[in-house]
C-alpha cells in the first residue's frame, strides 16, 4: 500500500514537473524544428544553381524554337506577298525609279512585312527598286543568277540560300511577273513573261526583329550556320570568333565562355536547313544567383524571427494562462453571480398572432418595442425558458406582463443597478450561458440601437454572427428589437440579412383586396406624416359610405394590420409592424 501511495506521489511529481516546464519541452521543440529548416535551407542552396540552369535552359529552348519559326515564317510570307502583288496589273505601272523607299502604294493592296522592293525586266536588268540601300542594284543584269532564271523557267517563286554580300548575309526572294490586265487570283503564266520582282532580306534584320527582343542579359549571343556545311552565315559572338562553325561552336565558347547554356533549333530557307544557337555564358547568370542567395538567407532571417516570437508568445499565454482560466470560470459562472435560474414562466396573456420556428435570431423592427415583447411573452406560454436583456425598468415589464418566473436583465451602464450588463462580451457570455444550461430557451434583447450607440455597428453585427453560430446546435430563439428610424439603409439590410423576418410567415398568409390595400397603404401614408387618421377621413377620402368603412377597418383590424383606438369621441387609426410590412 506504501509503495502504491509512493508511486502515486511520484507521478503528480512527474505531471506538476511537466506542467511547469511545458514552456521549456515547446522552446525546445521550436528549436529542433529551427534547425531542421536551417539545415534544409542550406541543403538547398547547393540545389538552386542546377535548378535555375535547367529552367533557364528550358525557357531559353522556347525561345530559340520561336526565332526559328518566326524567321522561316517572315521568309515564307514575303514569298507570298510577291506573289499576291504579281497579280495585281497596278504592279506594272508602279513608279519606283527613284528609289525612294516609298511602298505605299503596294501597302494600300496587301499589308505584310516586305519592306524593299526590286523589278526587273524580261532581258533581267534591274530597272527600278523602292530603297535607296539597294540604289546600286540599278542597271545590272541579274540573267544569270538562280534568283531571275529558275522563276523565268519554272513560272514559280524563288527562295534563294543564304549568300555573303560584303559582311552581310542576304536571303532573295522573287516571283515572275507576266502581262496582265486585270486582276486575277494567281499569276497568270500564260501571258508574256515580263521579268521578275524580288526582295532582298538580310538576316541580321531578321535577327534584330525576331531573336535579340528574347535575349535575356546582355552577354547573350546568336549563331546561325548551315546544317548542311556547318559554315556560319551570322553571328553576334566576338570578332574573333567570326570563323567557328557549327561543329565547332560548343568547344570554342566553352574555351572562350566557360560553361555556357547553348540551345538550338532548325529552320527551312529555301530548300536547305539552317541552325539558330543561342547561347548565354553562366557567368552571366550569376548575378540571378546571388539574387536567389539573398533571397533565401533573408527567408531564414524571417524564419528566425518567427521563432522568436513563437517563443515570445509561448510564455505570454503562459503567463496569462491563469488570468484567462479565472476569467473563463467567472464567465461559466455569470448565471449565479447574478443570481439567474432557469425556470418556465406560467401562461400569461399575449395578442400576438405571429409564429416563429426554433434555432433563429428573428429581428422586430418597430418603434415602441410592443409586438416583441408580445412575441417574447407567446414563446415563453410556449414552454420555452425565457431571459430578458432591456432597456425598460424590469420592474415595470414584470408588472405589466405578469411575469413571476422569468429572469429580466437591465441593459444600462448604470453601476448603482444590481442585475445589468453593460458590454458585449458580458451579453454574449450571459446568453450563451443561459442557451447552454436550458433545454430550449428564448432571448430578448431590446433596442439593439442602444448597443450600436454604445459600442459601434460593426461589433455588434459581429455579436450577431456569433448568436447564430451558438444556436446551431440548441433548440433556442433569440429575438432582437430595433427601432429602424435609427438605422442607415446599409446598416438595416446588412441585419435583415443575417436575421429572420418575425413577418414573413404571417404576412405570406394574408390576402387583401385591392380597396383595402389601398386603405392600408392610405393609413400609412398619413401615420408617416405623424397624423392620425379617423374614421370619416377615410369615407371621405375613398368616398364610400360610413358602414362600409366600419366593415373595412374592422377587417384590417382582424387581420393584425391596424389598431383603433379611441381618443375622446373619435377613434383614431394606426398601421402596425404587420401592417406596414405589407405595404
Known amino acids: 500500500m506504501k509503495i502504491y501511495k509512493k508511486g502515486r506521489s511520484l507521478d503528480r511529481v512527474r505531471m506538476n514537473l511537466i506542467q511547469r516546464n511545458t514552456i521549456f519541452i515547446l522552446l525546445f521543440v521550436s528549436a529542433l524544428l529551427l534547425g531542421a529548416v536551417i539545415i534544409m535551407n542550406m541543403w538547398s542552396l547547393y540545389e538552386f544553381e542546377n535548378t535555375v540552369s535547367d529552367e533557364w535552359n528550358h525557357n531559353q529552348q522556347i525561345k530559340t524554337d520561336f526565332a526559328a519559326s518566326k524567321i522561316a515564317e517572315h521568309i515564307l510570307q514575303v514569298r507570298n506577298e510577291l506573289v499576291s502583288l504579281s497579280t495585281f ?43 535607296p540601300r539597294f540604289s546600286s542594284y540599278v542597271g545590272l543584269n541579274v540573267k544569270n543568277t538562280d534568283y531571275f532564271s529558275i522563276p523565268n523557267q519554272t513560272t514559280q517563286p524563288y527562295i534563294s540560300s543564304p549568300v555573303q554580300n560584303h559582311d552581310r548575309s542576304q536571303v532573295i526572294v522573287s516571283t515572275p511577273l507576266f502581262k496582265t490586265t486585270t486582276y486575277i487570283p494567281y499569276p497568270n503564266v500564260l501571258g508574256e513573261f515580263k521579268g521578275i520582282i524580288f526582295t532582298i532580306i538580310e538576316l541580321g534584320d531578321l535577327y534584330y526583329r525576331y531573336a535579340h527582343p528574347l535575349l535575356d542579359t546582355q552577354e547573350s549571343y546568336a549563331f546561325i550556320a548551315s546544317k548542311r556545311t556547318n559554315a556560319s552565315i551570322f553571328s553576334t559572338l566576338n570578332t574573333s570568333l567570326k570563323n567557328v562553325s557549327a561543329s565547332t561552336l560548343e568547344q570554342t565558347v566553352l574555351q572562350t565562355y566557360g560553361e555556357s547554356i547553348i540551345t538550338r533549333s532548325g529552320f527551312i530557307i529555301g530548300n536547305e536547313t539552317f541552325l539558330i544557337f543561342f547561347i548565354t555564358p553562366q557567368r552571366a547568370l550569376s548575378g540571378n544567383f546571388e539574387a536567389i542567395r539573398t533571397q533565401h538567407t533573408l527567408s531564414l532571417g524571417i524564419v528566425v524571427l518567427f521563432a522568436g516570437v513563437l517563443g515570445a508568445l509561448i510564455v505570454y499565454v503562459y503567463r496569462s494562462g491563469k488570468t484567462s482560466e479565472h ?15 432557469i425556470e418556465k414562466e406560467r401562461k400569461t396573456f399575449s395578442n400576438s398572432k405571429i409564429t416563429i420556428q426554433k434555432k433563429g435570431v428573428y429581428l422586430v423592427e418597430e418603434e415602441t418595442q410592443h409586438e416583441a415583447f408580445e412575441l417574447f411573452i407567446s414563446m415563453l406560454n410556449k414552454g420555452y425558458a425565457g431571459l430578458g436583456i432591456v432597456r425598460t425598468n424590469p420592474n415595470t415589464i414584470q408588472k405589466k406582463y405578469g411575469l413571476k418566473k422569468t429572469p429580466l436583465v437591465w441593459l444600462t451602464s448604470d453601476q448603482q443597478v444590481e442585475n445589468r450588463v453593460s458590454t458585449l462580451d458580458e451579453l454574449k457570455q450571459l446568453i450563451h450561458e443561459f442557451i447552454k444550461k436550458s433545454e430550449k430557451s428564448v432571448i430578448f434583447i431590446e433596442r439593439l440601437e442602444y448597443l450600436i450607440a454604445h459600442n459601434s455597428f460593426t461589433d455588434v453585427l459581429k455579436m450577431v454572427y456569433t448568436l447564430n453560430d451558438v444556436l446551431t446546435a440548441r433548440d433556442a430563439i433569440i429575438i432582437l428589437s430595433v427601432n429602424p428610424d435609427s438605422l442607415h439603409q446599409e446598416e438595416r439590410k446588412s441585419l435583415e440579412a443575417e436575421t429572420k423576418s418575425v413577418y414573413g410567415h404571417a404576412s405570406e398568409k394574408i390576402k387583401l383586396k385591392a380597396d383595402e390595400l389601398a386603405i392600408l397603404e392610405y393609413i400609412n401614408a398619413q401615420n408617416t406624416r405623424n397624423k392620425s387618421v379617423t374614421y370619416n377621413e377615410i369615407t371621405r377620402a375613398f368616398k364610400i359610405t360610413k358602414p362600409t368603412t366600419r366593415t373595412k377597418i374592422r377587417a384590417l383590424e382582424q387581420k393584425g394590420l391596424i389598431k383603433v383606438q379611441p381618443l375622446g369621441r373619435t377613434k383614431t387609426i394606426t398601421i402596425t409592424p404587420l401592417g406596414r410590412k405589407l405595404v
Do not use: F, W, Y
Open 89 to 131: 496589273p497596278t504592279i506594272i505601272d508602279l513608279n519606283i525609279n527613284e528609289c525612294s523607299g516609298d511602298l505605299s502604294i503596294i501597302h494600300e493592296n496587301i499589308e505584310g512585312v516586305l519592306n524593299t522592293l526590286l523589278r526587273t525586266n524580261a532581258q533581267g536588268d534591274v530597272t527600278e527598286c523602292s530603297s
Open 327 to 341: 476569467t473563463l470560470a467567472q464567465a461559466k459562472d455569470l448565471l449565479s453571480t447574478m443570481g439567474i435560474t
